[in-house]
């Protein structure tokens, strides 16, 4: 039982440079969510997509892209990395409406 | 404006002992509130909820309580043991979406 699966695990970029997060659940939910997390603070939730073909901002979305590419994978893709968004991101799914979130393991994110 | 608020960002207890997080809200209109527990470098995972319907919810060791007056919710583990040692995360949900708190660090002490 996967659940939710994140790649890559660690990533250390240059300022300017970008990249993709992964993402991807073997649950059958419909709705994914992508977090960062920052010491002292709880997690913030970047975008959402609550089902197949939807997706939303949330409290952080600047400097982020999303892409819900079918229903199991939601992308999170940094276009030009800054020393701000070094962080732990973390992508998770729920049923539909549902509170009961499941999390990927997360990726350790440094921008230097 | 911090609308889920962890006070407490650690908290040690003797093993054995209760262990008592709190969490404080400001938002009337939440409708259920979670408990999440993180270990490093994994995700969060859940561990107990409550609806804001009730004032009592009770999962083996785990039980949380809703003050909905003082809007105040904790979270109880009797008796505390060495494996609960994590980040407790409180959340509030709300039109889809989950607000979390800073965290508690829970040390458990042999």
């Known amino acids: 039982n996967a659940g939710v699966t994140q790649t890559p695990k660690f990533q250390v970029l240059k300022t300017g440079q970008s990249m993709t997060l992964q993402c991807a659940q073997d649950?059958?939910?419909?709705?994914m969510y992508w977090y960062r997390q920052d010491p002292g603070m709880g997690l913030r939730l970047i975008y959402y997509?609550?089902?197949?073909?939807?997706?939303d901002k949330g409290e952080v979305p600047n400097g982020y892209n999303v892409s819900r590419l079918n229903k199991r994978e939601f992308s999170l893709r940094l276009e030009s990395a800054a020393p701000s968004q070094t962080s732990v991101y973390f992508c998770?799914?729920?049923?539909?409406?549902?509170?009961?979130?499941?999390f990927g393991s997360g990726t350790r994110l440094t921008v230097v | 404006d911090q609308q889920v608020k962890q006070n407490s960002p650690s908290l040690s207890v003797q093993e054995g002992r209760i262990s008592i997080l709190n969490c404080d809200y400001t938002?009337?209109?939440?409708?259920?509130f979670l408990w999440y527990k993180k270990y490093p470098a994994e995700g969060p995972t859940f561990l107990i909820s409550?609806?804001?319907i009730k004032d009592k919810n009770e999962d083996g060791r785990f039980t949380v309580f809703l003050n909905k007056s003082a809007k105040h919710l904790s979270l109880h583990i009797v008796p505390s043991q060495p494996g609960d040692s994590a980040v407790y995360f409180c959340?509030?949900?709300?039109?889809?979406?989950?607000?979390w708190g800073a965290g508690t660090k829970l040390i458990i002490k042999p």
């Open positions: 938002n009337s209109m939440f409708d259920y």
């Open positions: 997509s609550a089902s197949e073909g939807t997706t």
């Open positions: 409550i609806s804001s």
């Open positions: 998770a799914s729920s049923e539909a409406g549902g509170a009961g979130y499941t």
């Open positions: 959340a509030a949900y709300s039109n889809y979406q989950l607000i």
């Open positions: 649950m059958n939910h419909n709705s």
